[in-house]
Structure formats: structure tokens, C-alpha cells
């Protein structure tokens, strides 16, 4: 974006304290992140793949990237660090032999194990605790808010 581009928003209480319970969970969920390494030696990212892996079998780095809604060079990244530590393993693709598939490791899913079957297991903890209609409430407005944000991104993508 350029210097010109801005987003003009009218500043109310309502905004300011939503804007700042946003910014208290991205804090939290970095933290979390980070004792998800230090309690399992890898990061919450990698703890992703390896559910993802669990949960789906062996998947292209492409695929697991649009299962995660993530970019690709960052699960290439993510994926290499895992294979240095044995946790995943590749293998050709069987429908593209140019292609290869990642598979977790019996490594990899002990690991899972220990972080309870999931890529964040602090945010799963705290959200096992809430009523089920409010996380699903929380995951439908969350979802609304990112495709929100992703829509006015785009839009100012386009402005440039």
C-alpha cells in the first residue's frame, strides 16, 4: 500500500474495546505458541501439520497449505523443519510423480499425543471450556471478521 491508502473509520467505544479484545487474544495466541514450543519442542504451526497429516493422511505441501489456510513457502518451511526431527516423512505422489506427499511419523503423532491431538492445545483447552453454542457462535464470527478483513484487504490491493 502506498502512503495515500487509508482506511477511514469512525473511532466509537464499541470499536476501540473490540479492537483491544482482538489485540488481548493475538497476545495470548502468541504465547501460547510459544510455551507450545518450549512443552512440545515445536511450534503450534508445526503442531497444525502434524494434525492435519493426522487427521487427512499424506498431503501435497499445496494441500496442506488450503486445508490451513496458509501460504505455501510457510508450510514448506514448517514441513522442512519437521523432517529435520523425523516427525513427518515424504514420499511421491502417486497421482503426480513430480509432486510429493508428507506423512506424519510415529514420531510425529507421539508428539501429537502429548499436545492432545492438536495444533493449538492451550486455545483448545480454553475453548473445551466454554458452552459448545459459543465456540461455535466464536468460530462463525471469527470467521466473518477474517473474511471481512481479507475483502477491505484485497480492495486496497486494488486501490494501489
Known sequence: MNKRTRILVPRTPLLDEAIAALAMLMSEMRLCD???DELFGVTAAQLRIL????DH???TINELAA???AHQSSISAQVAALLEVALVRVATDERDARAV????????????RRANGSGRPLAAAALSRMPGKDVAALAKKVRRLASLMERIRQELENVR
Do not use: H, M
Open 34 to 36: 510459544l510455551l507450545s
Open 51 to 54: 494434525s492435519e497429516l493426522t
Open 67 to 69: 486445508a490451513l489456510a
Open 57 to 59: 493422511g499424506g498431503q
Open 101 to 112: 506427499q508428507v506423512w506424519i511419523t510415529p514420531k510425529g503423532r507421539a508428539i501429537l
